[in-house]
Structures are given as structure tokens and as C-alpha cells.
């Protein structure tokens, strides 16, 4: 149920964000996602890809700092108030959610998100017993497509 | 030939003046009492007992040199008060300055020491026009910093007027000189330039100021720091030298020739040194200043090792002092560097590092003076294992990492974290330090 993230230390510089691209389009990696936090001390780029081992090695080899986490992908109606349904669940619950952010395909009337929480195990649970749509990984790079 | 003098050339006391031989005859009779005094002083009493000295076997100045240097971690080896040659109930005052370990080295003053002190400090600002009826704006820091005291004593001890104001908060500083009209400032030459900037900002021409003199030290500077000094706020600056270790301000000053600083000779004996060979530089030649004193009561030191690099002049002085001169501190023999009057140490850095879980030791300290005052950034590589995808976990350890830097150096840095790897590392060995204000003269 459960997604693999990686997490890419960036110095605040010009050009530090070009050096894990760069290495992840050369060894033919694709980044499925992507999301980048920074201050103006530093930042770190979260990225989703099909084979995380893979990606992370590559990056690794290229000189970035590399973590891994867990995160949730999760499926919400793409209309107004389709995410909030889903927040409402989680904030009633009282599950600590740290960020998200979004796929850019869309699948029929779906939107697909990440969700990194500290307990990713008992969101899940969360989730799905209020209903809402927890993606495999299999499923959702089935949903990407090539 | 006359000299003249941008004022009156007045003399504090009549030893400025002294015949050298004399005053040779005097600081050998006060070399025997020294190391008398420090007979008892554990440090010294062992390495005496090797080299076989006794105050009798001081037959000539020449033996000075058979006797052991002191150094700063001497000092630290002792702490707080191993090097102390009167009973505690004599301590009538104790200072200290920054350590590598984040302990102060303390510097014990007996009340005679504190009125020899007051003197010597008395010496140099009468030497740059210094008069009872002056008034003295004082932006040194007050505390274990030798700064704010030695000075305050000195300028009571000359009879004139004192405004105690301690460093800090700049426009107050400029209100208060704009409003009381003092006649000197007394604070580091770089917090004269923060103070010459914040009047120009407010608009307030060179000409407005009441000040006529600086008294400037507690760190190195240059001709165009002075320049710039004297042309934006209309005074005099001269140059003030001094360690707390040896006793703090007052171990030499410049006159009003400005040919360098007068080192009080019949108070210290001073020695120039290559730092490798520990062997005398010639006469004008560059090399690391060791102080003996020879009156201080409570915590005397012997050829204590300076660290700083500067050159004597024994040639004549138009102003009639007999005393041999030293030129501006030009460098270190180690690494210490000096950060808005503050003395800090690589290893500090290093050791504030070490508290931090989740810190290569791979760091470097890069030291600017962007616009008048100094500024620090500590770049630290971060590690694989201690990298987290949370913004805040990276946040924590920068906060952590500067607040550790704060509380052992006492001087906020900029802290920026780096990969892995990043930090230029040569035979095997990082470089520690980039101080571009060396690149740029300020020194």
C-alpha cells in the first residue's frame, strides 16, 4: 500500500537542482512525480519513481544525499471539495500528516496525491476504512503508463 | 630638529622617559622579583626546577632567555586559577578572554595590579591627548573582556570624565555622542567604523561631532581603517595594544608621532621571536611578540607567547619616550582569529560541531567585512545518515548547530549546511579557514 519517496539534500545555490536530474535522466530514470521544499538555507527535492532502488543508487553515485520514505498515494474526486473530504477524515482523527503533493496525470474524474504521514501504517487503515482509495504501487505506475 | 605635533606633547610619567640604561638595570631587578614571586606557582616551580633557575642565577637580562614560555595552554591546562602567585583573599578582580573550549582563560589582578593597570592605560591616552577635562564615550564591552574596565580605570585615572555606554545598539551610541558631546571615543577600531557609518546615515556631518580623539584596540586594523576613521568623524585615532594574559589594554600605545605603539619596558619585557625557531628576529623584523611581566602581583606570566606578529623600533622617538615601539599586529602564529573584537578559534567551531548529532567534522569558517562589521559563516557537511525528507528535522540541526556555535564562541555565524564531500580537502587535511579580509588588506 505503501509508496517508496526519495528525498534529495539541495544546497541553496543555482544549478543544485540540475545535478540529481541530470543523473536520474541519464541512467533513462523518470520522475513521476515531484515536489521541492526549500528555505533560503537549503532545500530538498521529494520524488517519486518506479524502481526507488534503482534511482537511489544512481543519485548516490552522483554525489546527492539520499533518504527514503514511505509515503501514501492516495485517489480524491478532482472536483471542488474532493480533497477537503479526505483532510476532514484525517484532522478528526488526529493522524499527524507532515506535506503532500500531486500527481500531474489525471485518470478519469481522479486526482492522485501523496500524502507522507508519520504513521503511514495506521492512515492506511484510516483511510480505507473511511472509504477513500489507497493506491498500490503496481496500480498506480499501471495508471501512469509508459 | 622640532616635531610638531598635532597637540600638545604631554607625558603621563616620568618612566616614559627613562635612560635605557636605567631602565635596564630596573627591569633586571624586577625580573629576580618575578621569578621569585612565581617560585610557588606549580607550573612554574617544576619547569625552574629543570632548568635549574633560581632569582639568583638571573645575572643579566640575557637570562631571560633560559627561562620557560608560557602559552595559552599552559593557561587552560590550569584552569581557573592554577597560575595564581598571591592567596586567593588577595584577588581583588578577575578577568578572562574566549578559550578554545569554551572556558575562559581567567587573569587574576591583585589592587595593586588593578591601580598599575589604571596607570598604563592612563600612559597611552595621555600620549593621545588625553586631558582631565575631557570627556571619554566608552563602547567596549564591559565584563570579563579586559576592553571596557582597563579602559574605564585609565581614563579615571587621567581625571577625566567617563560615559560608561558598553558596545551594542549603535544608534543609541550616536544619540548619545551627538547629545552629551564627549571629546574621545574608546571601543574597536571596526565598531568605530559601525559607529562612523551609523552618523553618516543620520545625516551628520564630520564637522558636528564633538569627538577629537579615537583610542582604538582589541583587534587588528590598518592605515585605511584609520584614514577612513579620522576623515568621517573628524578626530585622531591611535592605536592601543594589549592581551588579558599579559594584563589587558595598556601593554603599549601609540603617541602622538604615531610611529608606532610604545610598549611599557619598565612593566613588560618584551621579546620578538621566530615562531618556528624561537630564536630573536632581527631588530625591524617580523616575528611573534613574548611578554614577561615584571610587576603584576597575582598572576605573573613569563615569556608569555602572544601568538601575534608585529616588528619593534628602537629608533628614537620625536616625543621623547625611551621606550622600543611595535608596529600594528600584522598576523597570528596559529589560527585564532579575531571576529568583532571577539578571539575565536577553529577548534571552537569544531567542538561546537562535536555537540551536534548529525555533523561531519568537516566544516570551513569563511570570515568577511562586507560592510564595517565582521561577519562568519560556518559552512558544515551534513551526513547521509542524518539527512531526513522533513524540512524541519533540516531546520533543527541548522538551529541546533548555530546555537552551539553562539554559546561556545559567543559570535553568531551563519550557518550553512552542504553535501557531502563539497569542502575542499587537501593531503588528506581540510582547509579550515578562508579569511578574506586578509584578501582584501583589512589587515
Known amino acids: 500500500m505503501k509508496l517508496n519517496q526519495l528525498s534529495v539534500f539541495l544546497e541553496n545555490k543555482p544549478g543544485r537542482l540540475s545535478k540529481p536530474c541530470h543523473a536520474l535522466s541519464s541512467a533513462g530514470i523518470?520522475?513521476?512525480?515531484?515536489?521541492?521544499?526549500?528555505?533560503?538555507?537549503?532545500?530538498?527535492?521529494?520524488?517519486?519513481?518506479?524502481?526507488?532502488?534503482?534511482?537511489?543508487?544512481?543519485?548516490?553515485?552522483?554525489?546527492?544525499?539520499?533518504?527514503?520514505?514511505?509515503?501514501?498515494?492516495?485517489e480524491v474526486a478532482d472536483r471542488p471539495g474532493g480533497l477537503a473530504a479526505v483532510l476532514e477524515v484525517i484532522e478528526q482523527a488526529k493522524v499527524n500528516l507532515e506535506y503532500m503533493y500531486a500527481f500531474t496525470f489525471r485518470s478519469r474524474d481522479k486526482a492522485v496525491l501523496v500524502f507522507r504521514f508519520e504513521d503511514p501504517d495506521a492512515a492506511i487503515r484510516l483511510l480505507q476504512d473511511n472509504g477513500v482509495n489507497v493506491l498500490k504501487d503496481v496500480e498506480l505506475f499501471d495508471r501512469i503508463g509508459q | 630638529m622640532t616635531t610638531q605635533f598635532p597637540f600638545e606633547n604631554r607625558i603621563y610619567d616620568k618612566a616614559e622617559t627613562m635612560s635605557p640604561a636605567r631602565r635596564r638595570g630596573l627591569q633586571l631587578k624586577r625580573l629576580r622579583d618575578v621569578v621569585d614571586r612565581v617560585a610557588e606557582v606549580p607550573f612554574y616551580k617544576e619547569a625552574f626546577a629543570r632548568a635549574g633557575i633560581t632569582p639568583e642565577s638571573i645575572r643579566s637580562l640575557d637570562d631571560l632567555r633560559r627561562l620557560p614560555f608560557t602559552t595559552k595552554d599552559d593557561l587552560r591546562r590550569h584552569y581557573p586559577l592554577g597560575f595564581l602567585a598571591v592567596p586567593r583573599d588577595k584577588i581583588a578582580r578577575l578577568h578572562g578572554s574566549s578559550g578554545t573550549t569554551g572556558k575562559p582563560t581567567f587573569v587574576a589582578y591583585t589592587a595593586e595590579d588593578l591601580s598599575t593597570w589604571a596607570d598604563l592605560c592612563a600612559r597611552f591616552l595621555v600620549a593621545g591627548g588625553l586631558r582631565s577635562e575631557h570627556m571619554v564615550h566608552i563602547a567596549f564591552g564591559y565584563g570579563l573582556f579586559t576592553g571596557g574596565f582597563g579602559l574605564h580605570y585609565?581614563?579615571?585615572?587621567?581625571?577625566?570624565?567617563?560615559?560608561?555606554?558598553?558596545?551594542?545598539?549603535?544608534?543609541?551610541?550616536?544619540?548619545?555622542?551627538?547629545?552629551?558631546?564627549?571629546?574621545?571615543?574608546?571601543?574597536?577600531?571596526?565598531?568605530?567604523?559601525?559607529?562612523?557609518?551609523?552618523?553618516?546615515?543620520?545625516?551628520?556631518?564630520?564637522?558636528?561631532?564633538?569627538?577629537k580623539f579615537a583610542h582604538l584596540g582589541g583587534e587588528p586594523w590598518t592605515e585605511d581603517m584609520r584614514i577612513q576613521i579620522e576623515r568621517e568623524m573628524g578626530l585622531l585615532a591611535f592605536n592601543n595594544y594589549g592581551l588579558s594574559e599579559v594584563i589587558g589594554p595598556g601593554v603599549s600605545g601609540e603617541c602622538a608621532a604615531r610611529c608606532g605603539m610604545h610598549i611599557q619596558e619598565d612593566h613588560f619585557l618584551v621579546e620578538c621571536l621566530d615562531p618556528d625557531t624561537l630564536e630573536p628576529v632581527a631588530m625591524g623584523q617580523r616575528g611573534e611578540l613574548v611578554f614577561t611581566t615584571l610587576t603584576r602581583?597575582?598572576?605573573?606570566?613569563?615569556?608569555?607567547?602572544?601568538?601575534?606578529?608585529?616588528?619593534?623600533?628602537?629608533?628614537?622617538?620625536?616625543?621623547?619616550?625611551?621606550?622600543?615601539?611595535?608596529?600594528?599586529?600584522?598576523?597570528?602564529?596559529?589560527?585564532?582569529?579575531?571576529?568583532?573584537?571577539?578571539?575565536?578559534?577553529?577548534?571552537?567551531?569544531?567542538?561546537?560541531?562535536?555537540?551536534v548529532e548529525g555533523t561531519a567534522p568537516h566544516y570551513l569558517i569563511e570570515v568577511d567585512r562586507p560592510g564595517t562589521m565582521d561577519e562568519v559563516t560556518v559552512r558544515v557537511e551534513i551526513r547521509a545518515g542524518d539527512f531526513s525528507d522533513k524540512m524541519s528535522r533540516l531546520q533543527e540541526l541548522h538551529d541546533r548547530i548555530d546555537r552551539e556555535i553562539q554559546s561556545i564562541t559567543g559570535i553568531r555565524a551563519n550557518v550553512e549546511l552542504v553535501e557531502p564531500q563539497t569542502l575542499e580537502r587537501s593531503m588528506g587535511k581540510a582547509k579550515r579557514v578562508i579569511d578574506h579580509r586578509r584578501e582584501k588588506g583589512l589587515f
Not at chain 2, 172 to 194: E, F, G, H, K, W
Open chain 2, 154 to 211: 585609565g581614563v579615571e585615572r587621567v581625571g577625566a570624565a567617563v560615559v560608561p555606554v558598553a558596545s551594542g545598539n549603535t544608534p543609541r551610541q550616536v544619540m548619545l555622542i551627538r547629545d552629551l558631546r564627549p571629546d574621545a571615543l574608546v571601543c574597536t577600531p571596526s565598531y568605530a567604523l559601525n559607529i562612523a557609518e551609523a552618523v553618516r546615515t543620520e545625516g551628520i556631518g564630520p564637522g558636528e561631532l564633538s569627538l
Open chain 1, 30 to 74: 523518470n520522475i513521476l512525480t515531484l515536489s521541492l521544499a526549500d528555505t533560503h538555507q537549503f532545500g530538498i527535492l521529494r520524488l517519486i519513481v518506479r524502481d526507488w532502488k534503482r534511482a537511489k543508487e544512481v543519485l548516490e553515485s552522483a554525489g546527492c544525499i539520499v533518504n527514503s520514505t514511505e509515503v501514501v498515494a492516495i
Open chain 2, 297 to 355: 602581583q597575582a598572576m605573573p606570566v613569563i615569556r608569555y607567547r602572544t601568538r601575534d606578529i608585529a616588528a619593534l623600533d628602537e629608533a628614537p622617538c620625536p616625543c621623547g619616550r625611551t621606550a622600543v615601539r611595535m608596529s600594528r599586529v600584522v598576523g597570528r602564529s596559529d589560527d585564532m582569529l579575531i571576529i568583532r573584537g571577539v578571539n575565536v578559534f577553529p577548534s571552537q567551531i569544531e567542538e561546537a560541531l562535536l555537540r
